[in-house]
T-cell receptor
Framework: AQKVTQAQTEISVVEKEDVTLDCVYE???????LFWYKQPPSGELVFLIR??????QNEISGRYSWNFQKSTSSFNFTITASQVVDSAVYFC?????????????FGAGTRLFVKA | DTEVTQTPKHLVMGMTNKKSLKCEQH?????MYWYKQKAKKPPELMFV???????INESVPSRFSPECPNSSLLNLHLHALQPEDSALYLC????????????FGSGTRLTVV
């Protein structure tokens, strides 16, 4: 069974604080893909990052960084020096190949509030 | 053009109405998807089209009928919906056989009265 758990329902921080969003996944596949998406109030999901199961290298993109650890089945997302524009719902997602194509399941999401 | 365009943005329909949602992309993506998202919930996969053929149907009720007329267009035909079908319907696309992430449209917010 595939499962993505985002235990933090809501997080509230003050601007310029660092914040880490947790993601834990379950899968029996050896090949899979992990994603983070951002959903601002406008509703559109925005792709942030993709990792495949064979690439545990951490990544930094500006104020965003991701920590992928297969040993703990975690793919955490850190925002450094948060800004009000970071306020959104963030979804972690797991994708695997199945008959018919890729199927992606999403975690429940973490709603981030960044206050000025 | 790196967008997925969905129309209409908002739709109110009665339970006896027939309506259609439209999704368009011009990125050359060969996989297209419909997702349903209820308030404060994650998106749930409904259908996957791969190279214009329906490849995954996640046991969606027949009152939702997808159609892919060509590689750029994806429709979702709605008939005899129930109030509980009210949700945000998201279309997405991705490169055909790879998995580099989806490009999502901004969705159609559907209200069934």
């Amino acid at each position: 069974a595939q499962k993505v758990t985002q235990a933090q329902t809501e997080i509230s921080v003050v601007e310029k604080e660092d914040v880490t969003l947790d993601c834990v996944y379950e899968t029996r596949d050896t090949t899979y893909y992990l994603f983070w998406y951002k959903q601002p109030p406008s509703g559109e999901l925005v792709f942030l990052i993709r990792r495949n199961s064979f690439d545990e290298q951490n990544e930094i993109s500006g104020r965003y960084s991701w920590n992928f650890q297969k040993s703990t089945s975690s793919f955490n997302f850190t925002i450094t020096a948060s800004q009000v524009v970071d306020s959104a719902v963030y979804f972690c997602a797991l994708s695997r190949i199945s008959e018919g194509g890729f199927k992606t399941i999403f975690g429940a999401g973490t709603r981030l509030f960044v206050k000025a | 053009d790196t967008e997925v365009t969905q129309t209409p943005k908002h739709l109110v329909m009665g339970m006896t109405n027939k309506k259609s949602l439209k999704c368009e992309q011009h990125m050359g993506h060969r996989a297209m998807y419909w997702y349903k998202q209820k308030a404060k919930k994650p998106p749930e996969l409904m259908f996957v089209y791969s190279y214009e053929k329906l490849s995954i149907n996640e046991s969606v009720p027949s009152r939702f009928s997808p159609e892919c007329p060509n590689s750029s267009l994806l429709n979702l035909h709605l008939h005899a919906l129930q109030p509980e079908d009210s949700a945000l319907y998201l279309c997405a696309s991705s490169q055909g056989t790879s998995n580099y992430g989806y490009t999502f449209g901004s969705g159609t917010r559907l209200t069934v009265v």
